[in-house]
């Protein structure tokens, strides 16, 4: 499952790392109690006074030892509660601004029908969409680090529409699969060099602008956000933008946030495997594309990997790509990791020269059926700091009815600067659709819903590849993950939270 690197971090600019939240180093995984707060936003006064001295914990803090942190996000209805102004909140992506489950359209294209269809939510649609999310992070001690950051602006200033509990499983999420095991590491220092050979080939360092707002992307340009007169009531607390230094950049050091609570079905899962012929354990890392431990299911290369530090065991789980197991013998080209993240590079296939990408470009030339929406996968990288909740159900254990269900799952959070080409292009394009690498009639083994998709094709089955050119075939799979709620928010960099908190926000 896509959830959370709680060990890694990644380096910062010294001169912006107290305005970075701390969520885009680190996961806190020293922290290991953890709680969500949902909140609707009551008094907007009270709620600015609260927000305008919260205790966010940034970059800038995580060089010394913390025992507590607190994280801000806030959707577009939370903007407007607080009094920001319509023309400043139109400056955000068309995704944010609609919400999550805003259109119909989009709840189709994210999968969010059935079983998942947002009517069924526990929040995030209708009534309880969310204003705010605030994030609690403690070593110990939880209940207490909730208690001083409920003061009276706080109380008076947010109702609590849901209090998301998290749990610790050691790495792992419900399955038993080791997670959060591929993150990318953002390039602050430019080692990469666009448009060289080298470039071209897959790797995890990513442009900044790729998750934080007002930083060159991997377009090399930057993202669409709000860029205020510097005349405008409380924008001088902001930074001038880079790309227009005229003007004080609300995006810059944010980034948005997608928060999805997904429940999974650990009982059917296991039973499923093990119902089909073969050993369950093998079927089940099929389905995954990594073993239990989380090692790769193909060899891992050695070619060291610019600016990320020494060979740790992170990153040697990560030095792969699917060039040499283009027909998916080691890892089934349905599963999950290979759909989640295909590790292709500029084109389709992987590296290629020049010569090769103007023949491509042109039209002419072999076209594999496998290259099918499986565009360059740098492109598309979410950074991913979800937690899972609930407790653990054995593989053994879900085989037995004497034991309870622990009703578990993920609270998947990925933060990203551009939601529909991250978050929303992997979840339509790679993870819900029929049609991904020359497959047909499958989805994503662990996250799909099983409903068609597009409306003539099934999706429940998955495929084993074969040496002699004949694929095993696994139909009838049920829906082992459910969403039970979601919203998309921005996670302001600490001065632009402290504007929205402030008097020129609605002015």
């Excluded at 600019?13 to 107290?18: L, Y």
């Excluded at 928060?259 to 296991?270: C, K, T």
């Excluded at 990791?337 to 590790?343: K, T």
């Excluded at 459910?482 to 001065?495: A, I, Q």
Aim: proline share 6%; charged share 20%.
């Amino acid at each position: 499952m896509a959830g959370a690197d709680l060990s890694g971090t990644i380096s910062a600019p010294s001169a912006d790392a107290g305005d970075i939240q701390g969520i885009l180093r680190a996961g806190y995984g020293t922290l290991s109690e953890a709680s969500f707060l949902l909140l609707r936003i009551v008094d907007a006064g009270a709620a600015r006074a609260w927000l305008g001295q919260a205790p966010i914990t940034t970059v800038g803090h995580l060089d010394r030892h913390m025992a507590t942190a607190l994280q801000v996000a806030l959707t577009a209805d939370g903007m407007r509660a607080l009094g920001v102004a319509d023309n400043v909140i139109a400056g955000f992506s068309a995704e944010f601004v609609a919400g999550m489950a805003g259109e119909e359209a989009r709840s189709r294209r994210l999968g969010d029908v059935g079983a998942n269809a947002p009517s069924r939510w526990r929040w995030g649609a209708a009534e309880r969409v969310p204003d705010a999310l605030a994030m609690l992070y403690a070593e110990q001690g939880l209940a207490s680090w909730r208690q001083r950051i409920a003061t009276d602006s706080f109380r008076r200033g947010f109702a609590i529409i849901e209090e998301l509990a998290t749990s610790n499983m050691g790495g792992r999420e419900p399955f038993g699969f080791m997670d959060g095991v591929s993150q990318p590491y953002l390039d602050w220092s430019g080692n990469r060099r666009p448009g060289t050979d080298a470039d071209l080939e897959y790797g995890n360092l990513i442009a900044p602008g790729e998750f934080l707002l007002g930083y060159r992307n991997e377009y090399g340009l930057y993202t669409d956000r709000p860029l205020l007169d510097a005349a405008r009531p409380g924008a001088p607390i902001l930074p001038p933008a880079e790309d227009d230094p005229a003007r004080r950049d609300l995006g810059r050091n944010g980034c948005y946030l997608v928060f999805r609570e997904l429940h999974q079905d650990v009982r059917a899962f296991w039973r499923f495997v093990a119902a089909q012929d073969g050993a369950p354990a093998m079927l089940a890392e099929a389905m995954v594309g990594r073993q239990m431990s989380g090692e790769p299911l193909i060899a891992a290369g050695t070619r060291p990997i610019p600016g990320v530090g020494p060979d740790a065991v992170e990153i040697r789980r990560n030095r792969f790509t699917y060039g040499a197991d283009k027909d998916g013998l080691r890892c089934p080209l349905g599963a999950h990791v290979r759909r989640a993240n295909p590790r292709t590079a500029d084109m389709p296939g992987g590296r290629q020269g020049r010569l090769a990408q103007l023949v491509r470009m042109l039209g002419f030339g072999r076209v594999d059926l496998q290259d099918d929406l499986i565009a360059a996968s740098r492109f598309h990288r979410i950074l991913r700091r979800g937690r899972e909740f609930g407790d653990m159900l054995s593989a053994e254990e879900a085989m037995r009815p004497d034991v309870p269900d622990p009703q578990s799952g993920l609270h998947f959070i990925g933060v990203g600067a551009n939601i529909a080409r991250q978050f929303e292009f992997v979840q339509n394009a790679w993870l819900a659709s029929a049609k991904f690498g020359g497959l047909s009639g499958e989805a994503d083994p662990l996250t799909g819903n099983r409903v068609a998709f597009p409306a003539n094709q099934p999706t429940d089955g998955f495929s084993l590849s074969r040496p002699n050119g004949v694929r095993r075939r696994i139909g009838g799979m049920p829906q082992f993950v459910t969403v039970r709620g979601g919203g998309y928010f921005f996670l302001p960099g600490l001065r632009a939270l402290r504007y929205l908190a402030g008097a020129g926000a609605g002015t």
